[in-house]
Nanobody, 118 residues
Framework: QVQLVESGGGLVQAGGSLRLSCAAS????????MGWYRQAPGKQRELVAT???????SYVDSVKGRFTISRDNAKKSVYLQMDSLKPEDTAVYYC????????????WGQGTQVAVSS
């Protein structure tokens, strides 16, 4: 069983930056694919960025060039560096984990709120 705890959310002005962190416990972190999702009010949950156990990353088009996902296996943590934030990035951000052979993410954090003011 994997437990995930996010931190680092907050209120920031448009154009600013935030760095989200997700600390994992349980399981074997280095084997897990990790992802960041977000859900804005009234919208479906959206996959923002992923990083595989091997370190390959991918992003939704709307954040390419602005967000960077990274992981530190020694610290059992994954990060999302968010730069040039826009009001439309406002959402609750969730960390998620799965084994590479799984199709869907199995483990979820409780979420951290990000609010970007214009």
């Amino acid at each position: 069983q994997v437990q995930l705890v996010e931190s680092g959310g907050g209120l920031v002005q448009a154009g600013g930056s935030l760095r989200l962190s997700c600390a994992a416990s349980g399981g074997i972190f280095r084997f897990n694919d990790m992802g960041w999702y977000r859900q804005a009010p009234g919208k479906q949950r959206e996959l923002v960025a992923t990083i595989t156990s091997g370190g390959t990353s991918s992003y939704v088009d709307s954040v390419k060039g602005r967000f960077t996902i990274s992981r530190d296996n020694a610290k059992k943590s994954v990060y999302l560096q968010m730069d040039s934030l826009k009001p439309e990035d406002t959402a609750v951000y969730y960390c998620a984990a799965k084994l590479p052979l799984r199709q869907t993410y199995e483990y979820w954090g409780q979420g951290t709120q990000v609010a970007v003011s214009s």
